[in-house]
RNA sequence: GGAAAGGUGGCAGAGUGGUUGAAUGCGGCGGUCUCGAAAACCGUUGUCCGGCUUUCGUCGGACCGGGGGUUCGAAUCCCCCCCUUUCCGCCA
């Protein structure tokens, strides 16, 4: 959520930003409704200074035996006219919160700015040792290897749920565990994250906090009979943790990771890139989420970035990293890499993780702060996240990435000790 | 699912219609004492919004789970909702 003070002092600015961000340009609105919005503060303020001021005499007045029917009379006007005012309040400043709701974040001005995914600009690639794009001999893709080896069964992943639902199978649910292990083992032990495990079901008040609800409502499963989300990653929950609190200044940066299932419904995007892995509509996830000091926030994003590629490099996955142009960024992001894995099969980027800063948007949302020691006064903290990593389009990669000639797949060596086999078929 | 209790400041916990933003204790911060620390003592200590002050501030308003009602006046009375805890039942 945008802050009305930062609009008004800075409303070119916004609205350029919002221009950049295919938003609509809702600046003139906010001015418009925050200045009516101040003067009927003025008002009903004005008024409520004198009802206080009659209230604490009326007891001395009833000691004295002094008549107090007129201003009682008096009185009753005066508080009916404040609940009229308070009520038109209410309405308007309802008005502003809805449009700030929906008006999405703007973007760092490190941020190129661009249309659409393809003014997308490349930052750095890393390709293992030996890699090569083209190979001599026929690569199979990942539904042909996960059939193959007996390792994924995704006609009957869609027999017990429906399409978009994976099932492993023997030495395949082995390594996705193994994985997960890995990649949570490693942040906690390389990049001292702490582990959290939150609960994948919440309630409406967290997806507003992060900014999934409203805008990305229709994506979002939803069990009506008891007003819960099941979470679409672990961002949600986790960056919840703090929702309504003021953290201490020496206690930043802090830095969470966790594993969950994530749930998303993809509603209308059948067809491209569907298949398999591609897009699911359960998937596990490492995230990572960072709650730090404004001025720190760039600095740990690009550490975020680097810790979840520490990933990727230990596993021997070639990848490239994005920086997301202002078209392409999310709803609440400030800026983005997303970290694409090399399929072979496809013969193409696969996006496998997000790390994004969100500056103060969540985190006015959630209502996140931190109590500065030199100031004393709570300031809102900006948030990050990024998966490290998403372990459905991770699989494709490595599968595809560590076949051999005969169709088996070699598992990297990081995660021997997690699987105790080192190849698969 | 059945029954009961309860939601007050960072925490604990008073307060049942009129200077109550709210006693008291703990914690935090500042100070005295000390070589230093502890103890003791003294002082201080919420958030949000608006006006003026482009500083330190200052004035006003709101906030005792949320919403509505009664009243000149509500933390306190009434109604609705939400949440938490405990006990019983069921169950991993």
Known sequence: ???????????????????????????????????????????????????????????????????????????????????????QLRDLENEIEDILRNTPNLAHSSVPVGKSAEDNVEVRQWLPEGFNFKNDFKVLDHIELGKKLQILDFERGTKISGSGFSLYTGKGATLERALINFMLDYHLKHHSYKEIMPPILVNRESMKGTGQIPKMEEDMYFIEKDGLYPIPTAEVPITNIHRDEILSEKELTIKYVGYSPCFRREAGSYGKESKGFLRVHQFNKVEMVKFSKPENSYDELELMVIDAEDILKELGIPYRILMLCTGDLSFSAAKCYDIETWSPAENKWLEASSCSNFEAFQARRANIRFRREETKKPEFVHTLNGSGLATSRLMVSLLENNQTPEGKVVVPKVLHKYTGFEIIG
């Open 1 to 87: 959520m945008l802050d009305v003070k930062f609009i008004r002092e800075n409303q070119e600015l916004v609205k350029q930003g919002l221009l950049n961000k295919n938003a609509a340009d809702i600046v003139d609105t906010i001015l418009k409704l925050d200045e009516q919005r101040r003067s009927l503060i003025t008002k009903t303020e004005d008024l409520k200074a004198k009802k206080n001021q009659v209230s604490s005499q009326i007891p001395q007045f009833k000691k004295e035996g002094k008549d107090t029917t007129e201003i009682f009379a008096e009185m009753k006007r005066v508080g009916d006219e404040i609940t009229l005012l308070d009520g």
